[in-house]
């Protein structure tokens, strides 16, 4: 089995697989008739789960003690929530000569999610980079996800998004907000159980999403998905989203250098504010697009596998590069060494 893996450098995400995999279901077995109403129903009580243990994890100390570190944070929330989304209205030119509209709506979608945790915690690591730092700035752009995203999406996508209107707003309230409050508000009693079983619940997250992604490929089968995306229109999709993950990557590590970041501080802020969040992001949109989430969801799970595999390449490289100077930006305090502190 060894020798049949891919090397260490092509990291293919197992998960993607099973996205996939789920997608491939959907197209030979979707749910139909009272078997749809069922999977719906089930969606949005995961959705509902899947939320309220994101509010149960989040550390409201560790947010506290991340915010001593306000520059860095302000400067990724602002390349995940005002540079992207700049870089997708500007991709509103590509229209019709290399996407269609609803792959654009899709692709808009895309640069309105909030960034990463786990993978921006990992890549960071790996880089040598400030870890604490890159916990913080995912947990506060998840956060601050739950409130933007919609938003976003209301002004920017509005009623093109497909039945997109007031009344998504509410159901993100109540899918989205009011679980994640509750998690909090209840993670004084919580908390303890859900990191004694963190892989359990890790299964819940991820089995949570793959029915989100069948029901909503189930409802794509039923309005004629695969007969509105072309191999051509996809392999667009596909450059288009190579060109936005290199720009935002470039703007990221040379703009934190223009802003005077050291090293350590550059790697979290490449890597938390370059990526997107499928598993905030797929919920967010089985909400928002409703019947036509599926369309919706394709550019993120597409720009989800193309992130892991060039930013491994990057943090491997970073890895290696010379020490620099330990340099504090103005309004950071212990950046650096809570980093060894608090991951390895």
């Known amino acids: ?114 960034s990463t945790i786990q993978s921006s915690i990992a890549f960071t690591s790996i880089a040598r980079g400030n870890v604490p730092a890159a916990i913080c700035a995912g947990s506060f752009s998840s956060l601050a996800g739950i409130v933007l995203t919609p938003l976003l ?33 209840l993670r004084h009693w919580l908390g303890d159980f859900v990191a004694r079983h963190k892989k359990v619940l890790g299964l819940v997250d991820r089995g949570s999403i793959l029915l989100v992604v069948y029901t909503a490929f189930s409802e794509g089968m039923a309005q004629g998905i695969w007969h509105q995306v072309s191999a051509v229109r996809l392999g667009a999709l596909l450059a288009v989203e190579a060109v936005l993950l290199a720009v935002m990557l470039s703007l990221t590590w040379y703009g934190a250098r223009a802003l005077g970041f050291g090293r350590e501080d550059r790697i979290a802020i490449q890597f938390a504010g370059s990526k997107k969040s499928l598993a905030s992001g797929l919920p967010m949109a089985s909400v928002l697009f409703s019947a036509h989430a599926s369309l919706a969801v394709l550019p993120l799970m597409l720009f989800h596998q193309m992130q892991l595999m060039v930013c491994a390449v990057i943090a491997k490289r970073r890895a290696r590069d010379p020490e620099e100077p330990a340099r504090e930006p103005a309004g950071a305090v212990g950046g650096g060494r809570s980093r060894q502190r608090v991951l390895r």
Not at 155 to 167: H, Q, R, V, W, Y
Not at 171 to 185: D, E, H
């Open 153 to 185: 999406a209301a002004g920017l996508i509005g009623g093109g998004a497909g039945g997109f209107s007031a009344d998504s707003l509410v159901k993100i309230v109540l899918q989205l907000l009011v679980p994640f409050v509750a998690g909090q508000l």
């Open 1 to 114: 089995m060894r020798s049949l893996r891919l090397p260490s450098w092509i990291p293919i995400d197992p998960y993607i697989l099973l996205l996939l995999g789920t997608v491939g279901l959907a197209a030979l077995f979707p749910a139909e008739g009272t078997g749809a109403d069922v999977a719906s129903g089930a969606s949005t009580a995961a959705i509902a789960l899947l939320f309220f243990l994101y509010g149960v994890r989040l550390s409201t100390r560790e947010a506290l003690d991340g915010l001593r570190h306000w520059r860095l944070h302000i400067t990724v929330l602002a390349c995940t929530f005002v540079l992207f989304p700049v870089l997708g209205l500007a991709a509103r030119g590509l229209v019709p000569v290399l996407l269609t509209q609803p792959l654009y709506q899709g692709l808009l979608f895309l640069t309105l999610v909030p």
